[in-house]
């Protein structure tokens, strides 16, 4: 048996467990799936769980546009310890008294860390400069700055304070937030930030990531879960629930699939899922001066 036929191709949602890199999800599920046409849409810190979205056979080809989607998160930020990785993973730089930080204050900083802002990037991360990963150049000892570069936060919201002694000794505040944002922005750079504007340092202590553009934490499953019974969203489904929708006649539908750009709707920028009269999902397009531009054919 071909493993094309063993293998559907769709999206597969898991829910990442703490410790796991984004490539050991993607290692693991090649053995669930029985296939090497595994890939992911963005990674997700090791520390870090939740969605993770996985693409399946032929919807690899989506991943790259589902990888520029709206991400929403939880997470806890601890103030009065500045680390080296912005989160519990690293060692602590720094520590200060957190104890005499103001609600008014922590809502003044989360506020100018809402809307679109110029966020630099974790050192410790996979963010490439001048052709070399970044935490590369921090484990050679290397000094060197990253680019600011242009995110959205959407949405930062404080849920709770909670007081709290580090094991140092120091006072530290916990914070239980959650931020929705565009692809790109770190959450662990939003709590140095925030730490960095209040004078007493900051870090991210936990973070779960509930939601990957349309797909939330309802249609995730676990490793152990997807081992005993795959569950594969037909790729048909996730365009759907990704992507604006153009059903086309039998006549449009063979043009485009040649690769014809044909006069097409006005949509939002970005990709739209094309589907023929009968419902099979044909292609992704974007519009390019009224036209429409093949992205990836799936028919």
């Known amino acids: 048996m071909t493993e094309q036929t063993t293998t559907p191709d769709g999206l597969v949602i898991v829910d990442k467990p703490s410790g796991f890199t984004s490539h050991d999800v993607v290692a693991k599920m090649r053995g669930i799936a029985r296939t090497r046409r595994v890939g992911h849409a963005g990674t997700l810190d090791p520390m870090a769980t939740g969605v993770l979205v996985l693409g399946v056979q032929r919807a690899t080809k989506l991943l790259g546009h589902l990888a520029l989607t709206e991400k929403e998160y939880l997470g806890t930020i601890r103030l009065g310890q500045d680390t080296v990785t912005d989160d519990a993973e690293g060692e602590i730089i720094s520590s200060a008294d957190a104890s005499e930080v103001t609600r008014e204050g922590i809502d003044a900083g989360v506020a100018a860390l809402t809307g679109a802002i110029m966020q630099v990037p974790s050192k410790v991360s996979a963010i490439k400069i001048d052709g070399k990963r970044s935490y590369a150049r921090v484990r050679g000892g290397e000094e060197f700055e990253i680019p600011a570069r242009p995110v959205t936060v959407s949405s930062f919201r404080v849920y709770d304070v909670r007081e709290a002694v580090a094991e140092d000794g120091t006072p530290v505040l916990d914070l239980i937030v959650s931020v929705v944002c565009s692809s790109g922005t770190y959450i662990r750079a939003l709590a140095r ?32 879960q997807h081992q005993e019974e795959l569950t594969v969203m037909p790729v048909a489904d996730a365009a759907d629930a990704a992507f604006p929708r153009w059903d086309v006649d039998e006549k449009r539908a063979k043009l485009l ?9 006005t949509y939002p ?7 023929g009269p009968d419902g099979t999902f044909l292609v992704l397009v974007e519009e390019e001066k009224g036209k429409a531009k093949s992205l990836a054919v799936f028919a």
Not at 269 to 275: E, K, M, N, R, S
Request: no cysteine.
């Open 193 to 224: 930030d925030l730490g960095a504007g209040l004078g007493v340092g900051g870090h991210l202590t936990a973070l779960r990531r509930t939601r990957v553009g349309p797909y939330g934490l309802d249609a995730a499953r676990t490793l152990d």
């Open 269 to 275: 920028p970005g990709p739209v899922a094309v589907f």
């Open 257 to 265: 699939l040649n690769g014809v750009r044909l006069d097409m709707p």
